[in-house]
C-alpha cells in the first residue's frame, strides 16, 4: 500500500451464481450452509416467539414512513398489511424459538467457490445480525431473493421441501410451517428495507415497491 492506493489478493473462483456445474454447485450449497450452521449453533438463543415477532412488526411499523418520505414508496400501506398478516400467524409458534447470528444476504452471490481448493467462503457480511436460523437456510436453498421467490415459499410451505430448507439447521422439525412463514416475512421485510434505505437519495423505492407488489399476491 501506498499513495492513497492498496493492493489485497483476490480470492481465486467465482460466485455460486456462476456455477454451471450441478455436484459443484450442490457440493458448495451444502458446505455454506455447514458452514452457516456452525455459526448458528456457536450464537444460538431461544426468544420468546410472541415479543420477537412483535418487536418484528414494530420495526417494520417504524420503517415503511421513512421509506416513504426517504423513497417515496407507493406500496407502504401493503407492507403494513402484509406484515400485519404475517403476524397474527406467528401465535401458533412455540413459546420460544431458536435465533443466532445470521448473514442476512445469504444468496448465491455472496458464496464463494474455489473448486480447485475445494473451499466455499462466505462474503460481503453488511447486513449480518441476530435473526431466526431459519432465514439463512431459506434465503440461498428457497432462493427467496428471485422474483416471486418468497411466494413461492410460503405457497409451498407444507411441502416436504420447504420444511427441509427451512428447517436443515433446525433439530426441531415439528413447527406450523404457516408461523414460520410470518417470521420469515417479517424478517424479510426489514432486510428490503433497511437495505434499500440506506442507499442514497431515492435510490431504491422502487425495489421496495417491486417486492411489496409481489407481497401482496400472498394468500395465507
Given amino acids: 500500500h501506498g499513495e492513497n492506493w492498496y493492493r489485497e489478493p483476490l480470492l481465486k473462483g467465482q460466485p ?26 456457536a450464537t444460538l438463543h431461544f426468544v420468546d416467539s410472541e415479543q420477537y415477532a412483535r418487536k418484528l412488526l414494530n420495526h417494520i411499523k417504524a420503517l415503511v414512513p421513512l421509506a416513504e418520505k426517504n423513497k417515496h414508496i407507493r406500496y407502504g400501506q401493503v407492507l403494513l398489511d402484509v406484515s400485519e398478516q404475517a403476524f397474527s ?23 464463494w467457490v474455489d473448486p480447485v481448493e475445494n473451499k466455499t467462503f462466505l462474503i460481503d457480511w453488511e447486513t449480518a445480525a441476530v435473526r431466526s436460523i431459519w432465514y439463512d437456510p431459506a434465503t440461498l436453498l428457497l432462493s427467496t431473493r428471485r422474483h416471486n421467490g418468497v411466494i413461492n415459499m410460503v405457497t409451498a410451505c407444507e411441502s416436504q421441501h420447504v420444511m427441509d430448507s427451512v428447517l436443515i439447521n433446525d433439530p426441531n422439525k415439528n413447527y406450523h410451517m404457516g408461523a414460520v412463514m410470518g417470521i420469515l416475512l417479517l424478517e424479510d421485510l426489514i432486510f428490503y428495507l433497511e437495505d434499500n434505505l440506506e442507499l442514497p437519495e431515492d435510490w431504491g423505492g422502487d425495489l421496495i415497491d417491486k417486492y411489496a407488489s409481489q407481497l401482496k399476491n400472498i394468500k395465507w
Avoid: C, E, W
Fill in 89 to 111: 400467524t406467528t401465535n401458533q409458534l412455540p413459546d420460544n424459538i431458536p435465533t443466532a447470528m445470521t448473514h442476512g444476504d445469504f444468496q448465491s452471490g455472496n458464496i
Fill in 16 to 41: 455460486l451464481a456462476r456455477v454451471s456445474d450441478s455436484k459443484q454447485y450442490a457440493l458448495s450449497s451444502k458446505m455454506a450452509i455447514d458452514h452457516i450452521g456452525v455459526i448458528g449453533r
